[in-house]
């Protein structure tokens, strides 16, 4: 009879959490790397229920399952990764001896680096669109990539200097390389309309969010109502096109706010805001605490 563990959205995969006592996740959680093996010392966390609002790549060397998304299921298989997209409510079945790596991380921890550049984002490589990635590996692919996996584990564990530039600098390297293969497994896709529409709006987006902030302003260059617009970026992505343009303002806001010197008046001026008043209430609405308690907390733990 299959013996699987089931994962849904609201709990955690059983996974190795490392050695006792090690400190907590990296702070606001942007990031986490675990062994996935359930054969051996497991447990639960996280048991709220919500559809992902982060990145999620599974990492399979033994073991098969199925990975369900809405309607769409995948087969889970051996050297086969995974990533799921912020957005989608996922379940998994994992038959028991399944062995290989989970990471989760959110959309603003690769453009929170010093170095980050749109124009050189994995992000850009391929449509936003996807409801499960899939890239099957051969054994010395898999081989390379288990190298960053082992370096990315090593890193969070240990809590040396700039480990977290480090890590960032690691799952970019990662992404860069799943996107690669990604593009040559799915070199045959064929676009739809609405993929299309989504492509387009992410490219005007990524552009013009600084001058655009409203969802009239791109319906208007990719001839479509705003609803319209709306409707098929939250049924591709799972978010909204006025969510899209939020989460843009804000990690480029957040990015300056932790790697300059320019002040809040600076900050609102170079994103395009004319009223300091309304910047503030945007920044706090969207992040949860106003630009200076966002500031004193990431200086304390930088």
Known sequence: MFNAY???????????RGL???????????????????????????????????????GIHKGKGTLCIAEQEYEITENTIYCLAPGHVRKYELEIGTEGYYISFTPEFLHLS???????????????????????????KS???????????????????QRLELLKGLLNIFMIYFSRNLKESNHDVVETRESELLRKFMQLLKKNYIS?????????????TPNYLNRIVKNLTGFT???????????????????????MKEVAYNLGFDNLAHFSKFFKNNCGMNFTEFKKQESRTA
């Open 114 to 140: 010093e170095g980050y550049s749109n124009n050189s984002s994995w992000q850009n490589r391929y449509n936003n669109d996807f409801k499960a990635a899939t890239v099957r590996l051969d054994q010395e």
């Open 241 to 263: 096109a006025s969510h899209h343009i939020q989460q843009q303002i804000m990690i480029e806001a957040k990015r300056q706010a932790l790697y300059s010197s320019v002040t």
């Open 143 to 161: 081989d390379e990539f288990e190298v960053i996996v082992s370096k990315m584990k090593s890193e969070f564990t240990n809590y040396l200097n």
């Open 20 to 58: 006792p006592g090690t400190p907590n996740l990296e702070t606001n959680n942007r990031f986490e790397i675990h062994t996935l093996d359930l054969s051996e010392r497991q447990i639960v966390v996280n048991q709220e229920t919500k559809k992902l609002e982060r990145f999620e790549i599974l």
């Open 212 to 224: 655009q902030k409203m969802v009239t302003d791109y319906a208007r260059q990719l001839y479509v």
């Open 6 to 16: 089931t994962y849904t959205a609201s709990e955690s995969l059983r996974i190795d």
